[in-house]
């Protein structure tokens, strides 16, 4: 059974940090690209980051360029969001996703962490 199983969400002040973690298990997930979501209150999901295990194929969100970082821990099948200078317009329930190689469409996510961004 594939899960994706997100943690690290919580309550922050603007200019603080986070780390978001995503645990990928019941599949080989090396030929996937592992992205992060976010969908705030009234809003559609979008974009944030996205990378391959293997390290290429790295994209951002205009957004969050400069501020977030995506990164992998290949040996415990997790991928990584460092969220840094927190905005309150961040705040949103962040998702994992992974898609195929070369694919566009997500086939598995994970079912969420919020994060909330106080002033």
């Known amino acids: 059974q594939v899960q994706l199983v997100e943690s690290g969400g919580g309550l922050v002040q603007v200019g603080g940090s986070l780390r978001l973690s995503c645990a990928a298990s019941g599949r080989t997930f090396s030929n996937y690209v592992m992205g992060w979501f976010r969908q705030a209150p009234g809003k559609e999901r979008e974009f944030v980051a996205a990378?391959?295990?293997?390290?290429?194929?790295?994209y951002y969100a205009d957004s969050v360029k400069g501020r977030f970082t995506i990164s992998t821990d290949n040996a415990k099948n997790t991928v990584y969001l460092q969220m840094n200078s927190l905005k309150a317009e961040d705040t949103a329930v962040y998702y994992c996703?992974?898609?195929?190689?070369?694919?566009?469409?997500?086939?598995?996510w994970g079912q969420g962490t919020q994060v909330t961004v106080s002033t």
């Open positions: 990378r391959s295990w293997s390290g290429g194929n790295i």
């Open positions: 996703g992974a898609r195929p190689l070369g694919g566009t469409q997500y086939d598995y």
